[in-house]
């Protein structure tokens, strides 16, 4: 069974970078970050197949973010640049074994969540 588990949340400033990184112990298909902000629904943000690397992004953060995966380490990471305060949110890690072509990764699996916070 897969088992996923986040780090690298943290609160910054609008026009600052972090780097997300999930654990991944299991195989995979694909995987993907997702985030939730209070009050909306949870959205895709970037998915990757993990072979292969097909990548897959939310149009609002095209440009911004990458997610890119390191197999020798069993680790995916996401790496946001130039946030916003609309980038706040819990942001989980996930991975499925189907891939949608519009939205990327479906997922099954969910990791606990580390929390982004972009002040303005």
């Known amino acids: 069974q897969v088992q996923l588990v986040e780090s690298g949340g943290d609160s910054v400033q609008t026009g600052g970078s972090l780097r997300l990184s999930c654990e991944v112990s299991g195989p995979t298909y694909c995987m993907g970050w997702f985030r939730q902000a209070p009050g909306k629904e949870r959205e895709g943000v970037a998915s990757?197949?993990?072979?292969?690397?097909?990548?897959a992004y939310a149009d609002s953060v095209k440009g911004r973010f990458t997610i890119s995966q390191d197999n020798l380490r069993n680790t995916m990471t996401l790496q946001m640049e130039t946030l916003k305060p609309e980038d706040t949110a819990m942001y989980y890690c996930?991975?499925?074994?189907?891939?949608?072509?519009?939205?990327?990764?479906?997922?099954?699996?969910w990791g606990q969540g580390t929390q982004v916070t972009v002040s303005s």
């Open positions: 990757i197949k993990t072979r292969g690397g097909w990548t």
């Open positions: 996930a991975a499925g074994n189907k891939w949608n072509t519009r939205r990327g990764c479906d997922p099954n699996t």
